[in-house]
């Protein structure tokens, strides 16, 4: 029996809470160990369509423990706002269902604003504006007010003194009003009650989860190439989003971390700015987008749409580990007479098969391309290999081999229903 961690293979929006809610019947807990609620999910479910940002996706089963680890920041009063919303579609959250780590960090109103205006200046990196990269910067300067503080009143103050000395020397630089310690103080007793009793020793419960052999899956937000280290950076998310950070994420050793499932789409979208070798600014790109619904699901942003380019998810499968690729939305590409896959670069006249460090020459990459003829017949709502059009499958193994994986579940809907199983990674 293997825990499995599930990230994203590409730069996010590839299908995660579908394949997530899938797995989560099969687990026993579901952890978020990264990102904020700028990441968006969507869960069909019989029918009824439920939409998260922080919660992990197997809060709306019954029966399954939820977790939101210390690697993720978190926003307090989305988190009350999102725990309304599921209220409001039948769906109670609970301690009883929701464990928060202790030493989460919080994001608080400050936060956002100072994201909003960065976003507002000349260089863009293309945020949610929901204050998660200043979040993460308070965190790693040990500035941050984390989920615990709030239970020690005596001490807030002095930690809000901490981080103000920080921000409000921004904020005059930036001419703003300096904000004083009891704003901040207020704005966090107001949820304090609300919050705290979800919080526990995370680290601790999963280890004892662990030992009573609980199957537990590690849910990843965004995607490999948003990742801070090893994706598009500066157009990066200010997480680490590879497999290693479940463990890091969540307390849990990475010796707890069986299988990596990557989610991968059978083309490639991107939200924000930053490079997109394979790109389809033209009828091809409009075609995925319409047919796909391609938005976010946090802010409603078009995607920017293009065609499957191996290399990039060649090079995640690496830096994450992938055991087996999640292929989703295999049906978008149904009646395309060609299809087209990025196999390799080229750089300054030269052939290369990975996507260099540095933003000027990731912008400068040329894709080169192989073409596979498409086919006419319906993927969609296809639950077994019988059911795919011959060529389609072609397409499957063709990408199994670009890659170097195999692909272990394939999405032929947004239904949870219309999954074909290769391989089970509870069972791998």
Known sequence: MANVVVVGSQWGDEGKGKIVDWLSEQADIVVRFQGGHNAGHTLVINGKTYKLSLLPSGVVRSGKLSVIGNGVVLDP????????????????VTPDNLRIAENATLILSLHQELDAIRESATTRIGTTRRGIGPAYEDKV??????LMDLSDPQMLDFKIERLLAHHNALRRGLKLEEISVKTIRDELMNVAPRVLPFMDSVWSLLDQKRREGRRILFEGAQGALLDVDHGTYPFVTSSNTVAAQAATGSGLGPSAVGYVLGICKAY???????????EQKNEVGRTLGERGRE???????????????????????????????ALTKLDIL????????????????????????GEHAQARVEPIYETIDGWREETARARSWAELPAQAIKYVRRVE???????????????????ILMQNPFEA
């Open 295 to 325: 938005f976010g699901v946090v802010t409603g942003r078009p995607r920017r749409c293009g065609w499957f380019d191996a290399v990039l998810v060649r090079q995640t499968t690496r830096t994450s580990g992938i055991n087996g690729l």
């Open 334 to 357: 149904d009646g395309f007479d060609e299809i087209k896959v990025c196999t390799g670069y080229r750089l300054d006249g030269r052939e290369i098969d990975y996507l260099p460090g």
């Open 77 to 92: 009063r989305a988190l009350i706002e999102e725990i309304g919303r599921l209220a409001d579609q039948g769906v109670e």
């Open 268 to 278: 490639t979208t991107r939200v924000g700015e930053g490079p997109f070798p394979t």
């Open 401 to 419: 081999e670009l890659v170097g994986c195999p692909v272990a579940l394939l999405s032929t809907s947004p239904e949870r229903e219309d999954t």
């Open 141 to 146: 300067g040990r500035r941050a007010i984390r």
